[in-house]
């Protein structure tokens, strides 16, 4: 089986706030499916996304309730083109009001660095070069 695209659905508290955290790592919205209780955020364009939810409308997909910032349901892992890319995406998430909840890995063949969003939400953004697996 293969899938057409992926959402990652995420609760968040203040859709403005949201937006301007994103847009300032480089990010775009599919407006098409962004309104007042939404945003979709372009990971990348025609396969994955992450649907940015407001907590009351998030409420309304789940009969459970919404995980504080104290527990961790996922860890959204993000590949990115270079190690310089990892460095600067997490560097402007801290400088845009993200906190570290870990300090880099580097296994030769995988870099990757995290932060967690204003929601607390976990982001690894990665770089992969599989020629430097040792055999």
């Not at 940015?52 to 892992?77: C, G, K, M, P």
């Not at 953004?125 to 055999?135: E, L």
């Given at each position: 089986?293969k ?8 609760p ?16 775009s919205f599919?407006?098409?499916?962004s ?10 364009e ?6 940015l ?12 309730s ?10 959204v892992?993000?590949?990115?083109k ?15 009001g993200?906190?570290r ?11 990757y ?12 953004i990665m ?7 040792q055999q």
């Amino acid at each position: 089986m293969k899938i057409k695209s992926i959402y990652v659905n995420l609760p968040i508290k203040n859709l403005e706030k949201t937006r301007e955290f994103w847009t300032k790592l480089g990010f775009s919205f599919n407006e098409q499916f962004s309104d007042e209780k939404a945003l979709c955020l372009v990971l990348n364009e025609g396969l994955i996304y992450s649907m940015l939810i407001s907590h009351e409308f998030f409420s309304t997909f789940t009969n459970r309730s919404i995980a504080d910032t104290s527990t961790t349901q996922v860890l959204v892992a993000i590949e990115v083109k270079s190690r310089e890319l990892v460095d600067q995406l997490v560097k402007n998430a801290l400088e845009n009001g993200a906190s570290r909840y870990k300090e880099s890995v580097d296994h030769g063949w995988m870099y990757y660095d995290s932060f967690a969003d204003l929601d607390g939400h976990q982001w690894e953004i990665m770089f992969t070069d599989p020629s430097q697996i040792q055999q």
